[in-house]
């Protein structure tokens, strides 16, 4: 019985240090090799939610149809060392984004930055979250709660 439950024990310590590193994707859906440049988007939602903060937006196509885009952000706390806020982005906002599109074609992709319409630059956070870069928080004084 007490070899069952050490067994038991050491097989569920394994998983839960082990099940975290399968749960996470990287970018290998996106296509890193080219950036596209979406200007006068119109901002619909932004979630600023784990595990990565999503924007959806309009934008125009080279038809002139409205085509509606998702694009993933980094982690709330990943933002906020960035310079980001929950406020940054708003619904109605104009922005330009800057996006690698998904391998698919599909109206998705992982953003790189974003461009008010002041000329603000909302930067991606570096890599392991250094926190460069800065602008971006609206309503003053940077909003660090969720």
Known sequence: MKTRLV??????????????????HGNVAY??????VLKDATVDTFGWANPH???????KDDKG????????????EALRLAGWSKTSVQQGDVITVYIHQAKTGNP???ISHIVLADGT???????????RGGGGNR??????SY
Request: proline fraction near 6%; include cysteine; hydrophobic fraction near 45%.
């Open 121 to 131: 630059v909302l930067p991606k956070p570096t890599e392991g979250g250094s926190g």
């Open 7 to 24: 067994a038991f024990l050491l097989l569920t310590g394994i998983l839960a240090v082990g099940f975290p590193a399968f749960a996470h």
């Open 139 to 144: 309503g003053g004084g940077g909003d660090s």
């Open 31 to 36: 296509d890193e090799t080219k950036e596209v």
């Open 108 to 110: 998705a992709g992982r």
């Open 53 to 59: 903060c999503l924007i959806t937006f309009f934008v």
């Open 65 to 76: 149809n409205m085509v509606h885009w998702a694009g993933e952000l980094g982690s709330p």
